[in-house]
């Protein structure tokens, strides 16, 4: 059973306008939250984390908000551009006692698409 | 040559062949790693390497064979794959074993098996 989903396959939003992109998990052991862009014919590059301990970490224009009550992440792009368009993807982990991450859980990945 | 790279882009190999997928890091990282991605799967982690040794193997079947000759170089060697072996093979790295924003990823080799 997965344990991180992401059940919009494909988003599709205005330039200008805001893309929100979801992902729910069920294993409340999960403590850090990463979200993932890639680009067709490339590999997946870091974006933007969380850990549990916050519910809202904020990069230029990308915000992630986590809410942990019900096991839920989103990814806000404000506002949205052409050059955004590409597969989201979220990944949850543990982090270790010595600090560092342990082996990251994926969901399958969100297709955004900004047309201009 | 920067980042992780991996060759070959694209490979296509009937059951019976036997085929290698290579990675190299310019990173200076003493870990890498094998990830599958399936066709509407998530990523999944397949090998995990650090300071050259094995410490991970999430239950791949053995016609997946990896090879760490050094911190800089990763292999997969396949052999005897079944069609649902097709998938994008990705390749990462990152320093002592740590994932998350540390983990570096190549651009992928597309694998078909016919």
């Known amino acids: 059973d997965q344990q991180v989903k992401q059940n919009s396959p494909s988003l599709s939003v205005q330039e200008g306008r805001i893309s929100i992109l979801n992902c729910d998990y069920t294993?409340?052991?999960?403590?850090?939250f990463l979200w993932y862009k890639k680009y067709p014919a490339e590999g997946p590059t870091f974006l933007i984390s969380i850990s549990s301990i916050k519910d809202k970490n904020e990069d230029g224009r990308f915000t992630v908000f986590l809410n942990k009550s019900a096991k839920h992440l989103s990814l806000h792009i404000v506002p949205s551009q052409p050059g955004d368009s590409a597969v989201y993807f979220c990944?949850?982990?543990?982090?270790?006692?010595?600090?560092?991450?342990?082996?990251?859980?994926f969901g399958k990945g969100t297709k955004l698409s900004v047309k201009p | 040559e920067t980042g992780v790279t991996q060759t070959p882009r694209h490979l296509v190999m009937g059951m019976t062949n036997k085929k290698s997928l290579k990675c190299e890091q310019h990173l200076g990282h003493n870990a890498m790693y094998w990830y599958k991605q399936s066709a509407k799967k998530p990523l999944e982690l397949m090998f995990v390497y650090s300071l050259e040794e094995r410490v991970e193997n999430n239950s791949v079947p053995s016609r997946f064979s990896p090879e760490c000759p050094n911190s800089s170089h990763l292999f997969l060697h396949l052999h005897t794959l079944q069609p649902e072996d097709s998938a994008l093979y990705l390749c990462a790295s990152s320093q002592d074993g740590e994932f998350g924003e540390k983990l570096f990823f190549g651009s992928g080799t597309q694998l078909s098996v016919l």
């Open positions: 294993n409340s052991m999960f403590d850090y």
């Open positions: 990944a949850a982990t543990q982090v270790n006692y010595g600090g560092s991450q342990g082996n990251l859980i």
